[in-house]
T-cell receptor, first 114, second 115 residues
Framework: SQKIEQNSEALNIQEGKTATLTCNYTNYSPAYLQWYRQDPGRGPVFLLLIRENEKEKRKERLKVTFDTTLKQSLFHITASQPADSATYLCALEGSGAGSYQLTFGKGTKLSVIP | EAGVAQSPRYKIIEKRQSVAFWCNPISGHATLYWYQQILGQGPKLLIQFQNNGVVDDSQLPKDRFSAERLKGVDSTLKIQPAKLEDSAVYLC?????????????FGPGTRLLVL
């Protein structure tokens, strides 16, 4: 069965450092991979999408890589700030039932310590 | 642009009672999703609508859960009767279409506690 694993439930990092979150998957061949941010009491917010034929995608301080051989995506936040503290979810996008759907990982709770 | 609206924000019921959640998607979004998010887990898709038709409801526990999207805009999700394990946040999301690479926009969710 399909399985998505995000490396750890929680990650603490010092302000100004680079945070790296990992998303691994098995028994799946996603066409796209998306990363979302979720704050307490709120719904997830879309951050970045990367296609299977793209190695890297950047947006401001965010960078995502996608290695379909390793079945892994890495999500980096450079120069992290306390405001970056949140839960980050990776989601695999594949086709099913005639449409595209997202399958989410459990998320990694990032805490940026001042 | 107004976001996805959901109500109520919180609901506490006893097991075997029924409950209904309401969602109003972003204007013009044809696709609407209901997700269940249990504490410590990622969102799990329950049902997906395209306009007023069901695209996928394979993960919806149909013996107790039902959903409809009359007129292809607002949607309601109902649980009857509720079980303890239904305690979760129910998220509604919408997107322009069911195509690839569509961004899904989520509402704030309804937090359900079943006692």
């Amino acid at each position: 069965s399909q399985k998505i694993e995000q490396n750890s439930e929680a990650l603490n990092i010092q302000e100004g450092k680079t945070a790296t979150l990992t998303c691994n998957y098995t028994n799946y061949s996603p066409a796209y991979l998306q990363w979302y941010r979720q704050d307490p009491g709120r719904g997830p917010v879309f951050l970045l999408l990367i296609r299977e034929n793209e190695k890297e995608k950047r947006k401001e301080r965010l960078k995502v890589t996608f290695d379909t051989t390793l079945k892994q995506s890495l999500f980096h936040i450079t120069a992290s700030q306390p405001a970056d503290s949140a839960t980050y979810l990776c989601a695999l996008e594949g086709s099913g039932a005639g449409s595209y759907q997202l399958t989410f990982g459990k998320g990694t709770k990032l805490s940026v310590i001042p | 642009e107004a976001g996805v609206a959901q109500s109520p924000r919180y609901k506490i019921i006893e097991k075997r009672q029924s409950v209904a959640f309401w969602c109003n998607p972003i204007s013009g979004h044809a696709t609407l999703y209901w997700y269940q998010q249990i504490l410590g887990q990622g969102p799990k898709l329950l049902i997906q609508f395209q306009n007023n038709g069901v695209v996928d409801d394979s993960q919806l526990p149909k013996d107790r859960f039902s959903a409809e999207r009359l007129k292809g805009v607002d949607s309601t999700l109902k649980i009857q009767p509720a079980k303890l394990e239904d305690s979760a946040v129910y998220l509604c999301a919408s997107s322009l279409s069911t195509g690839a690479q569509e961004t899904q926009y989520f509402g704030p969710g309804t937090r359900l506690l079943v006692l």
